[in-house]
């Protein structure tokens, strides 16, 4: 037998009755006709006359998508060429996918569909050649897969949503009260910083409890914490109170950093250091601002928490509430609240080197000015070495310019000398604060992102900005500030924020995470696609 155009043909031998074979290399879509002869050792017969016109197609085989939840999931195309709607050939690639994107993971998949190397919200497929209808099954789990900054391509100047699509630490969105338990979802009182390590395990700092929770990327449960006994406690030092500082305690910790090894880093902030963790371990290695002592918790040199403290120097610190590493990682600097500067420690040393907003080492004036601070909350490191500063009390946020100890930028005054409250008028808008704190570069541009903590929302400014393009906690108005958006039994929603506080972090996938201080609680909001 002998298609055309093209000439495939097929040969088969047998003897009476009907007999078959198959033609090979046929084009789906084409047109063919086909002609027979017969043959045999003594003769040949002459060629049939046409066939009619034979149009050959794909196997078209079933996939069935389901999704465990109330969530949609979705197919790339959805159906081979030729093929009815969900049905596709061998061979055909295919990406599947689930909506909303930060609430779903593959859960399972059924028939011989092969499972994925580790849990995430799509996936890429090719249908096999041989077996039946495949079913492909995603589940509701709110997956946490968070990582450091991603590729994705979000809006320039709306980037991401202002209504939270996932909550962590509080059972819905319109509870805020304080939590403790390590049941699901995990209990969190007074979520402050957090982090995101090499194997996207979210570490979470709760001021209220005391205590570091490690948070797995495929789970709402905890399954490490740091500074206490068990997930069910939140004692001051362990239980051993305001004076009884040690190497594996916090008082009230607050910001936190992880280095490239997952070394991490903690602001302890009233027990007046910073502590360094090697990675995996439960009881720090160094102290800054103790004078290498892990015991000792008083501020600037005092020995205890509870005694007045000292004159601030080069290896003390009163009430640290951030720690960022230099660019290069070579260097550490830490934003020492108390006493109203930003030191900076060379490599692994405890001794600082150079200070910001104090003429030297000894200061802890407070002021107004391109050089001086009053009560900083908040500190990001950008790309060049420049530090951006939440300077909280004068109700701006400034910019130093690496190496600089002067600010060249200013936002939220009109200029270096003014500290007005919600400038210049006292209502909110897009570009003044009340109180801001937590600080955070994003996107690849390093917009800005602001927590404005007395004004309950957080701001994003398009890099070089000095006006917001993105308010959250406020259901995108500009010119309020209440706190839960002012409902009327003061409980929280997916819109709203309750005195944020703590820089924000944005995962892989352009989600941005929310430290909500007050509502005890992570909100996160899903990327707004171009």
Not at 94 to 107: D, E, H, K, S
Not at 116 to 128: A, G, K, V
Not at 376 to 389: C, E, R
Request: hydrophobic share 40%; charged share 10%; with cysteine.
């Amino acid at each position: 037998m002998t298609a055309a155009p093209g000439g495939a043909s097929c040969t088969t031998g047998g003897i009476g009755g009907a007999q078959a074979c198959k033609v090979s290399g046929l084009i789906n879509g084409q047109n063919y006709t086909f002609t027979a002869r017969l043959t045999n050792s003594a003769f040949a017969g002459s060629v049939s006359p046409p066939s009619n016109s034979v149009t050959p197609g794909p196997q078209c085989r079933l996939l069935t998508l389901l999704a465990e939840g109330s969530g949609v999931l979705t197919a790339a195309p959805p159906s081979s060429p030729g093929c009815p709607a969900s049905f596709f050939a061998p061979g055909a690639s295919i990406v599947l996918a689930a909506a909303p994107a930060a609430g779903f993971t593959v859960a399972s998949w059924s028939g011989s569909l092969p499972g994925p190397t580790e849990l995430q919200w799509q996936w890429d497929y090719t249908m096999p050649v041989s077996a039946a209808a495949q079913t492909a099954t995603f589940a509701q789990c709110y997956s946490l897969s968070v990582e450091m900054l991603g590729g994705a391509t979000v809006d320039s100047d709306h980037p991401r949503a202002t209504t939270a699509s996932v909550v962590l630490g509080q059972a819905d969105f319109v509870t805020g009260a304080v939590q403790f338990a390590a049941t699901a979802p995990f209990g969190l009182a007074n979520t402050c910083g957090m982090a995101i390590d090499s194997q996207r395990n979210l570490y979470v700092v709760q001021s209220g409890s005391h205590r570091v929770s490690v948070c797995a990327p495929d789970a709402l449960i905890p399954f490490r914490v740091l500074g206490q006994d068990n997930f069910n406690i939140g004692a001051t030092n362990r239980g051993l109170g305001y004076d009884a500082a040690r190497a594996d305690t916090f008082f009230q910790p607050t910001g936190l950093t992880l280095d490239d090894q997952d070394g991490l880093y903690v602001a302890d902030y009233r027990n007046n250091r910073v502590l360094f963790f090697e990675p995996g371990a439960d009881s720090a290695t160094r102290v800054y601002g103790q004078s290498g002592s892990f015991t000792s918790n008083g501020a600037n040199h005092a020995a205890t928490y509870s005694l007045p403290g000292g004159i601030a120097s080069a290896e003390s610190l009163q009430k640290p509430i951030a720690a960022v590493l230099a660019p290069s990682r070579d260097g550490l600097f830490i934003l020492d609240q108390g006493n109203s500067p930003i030191l900076y420690y060379p490599a692994t040393s405890t001794t600082a080197t150079r200070v910001i907003g104090q003429t030297d080492f000894t200061g802890s004036n407070f002021g107004v000015g391109p050089d001086k601070m009053h009560g900083p909350s908040g500190l990001t490191v950008d790309a060049s070495g420049g530090l951006w500063v939440g300077d909280s009390r004068n109700h701006r946020v400034l910019y130093f310019p690496a190496g600089s100890s002067v600010a060249t930028r200013v936002l939220g005054q009109p200029d270096f000398t003014s500290n007005v409250q919600n400038s210049p008028s006292g209502v909110p808008s897009a570009a003044s604060f009340s109180y801001p704190c937590g600080v955070a570069l994003v996107d690849d541009d390093e917009s800005l992102l602001v927590m404005d903590n007395a004004n309950n929302r957080a701001l994003y400014f398009k890099s070089g900005a000095t006006e917001a393009t993105t308010v959250w906690g406020q259901a995108g108005d500009f010119t309020t500030n209440q706190l839960n958006l002012g409902s009327a039994d003061g409980s929280p929603s997916a819109d709203s924020l309750n005195g944020p506080y703590f820089p924000p972090l944005v995962d892989q996938a352009e989600r941005l995470l929310v430290s909500d201080w007050l509502n005890n609680r992570v909100l996160m909001y899903d990327p707004i696609p171009v």
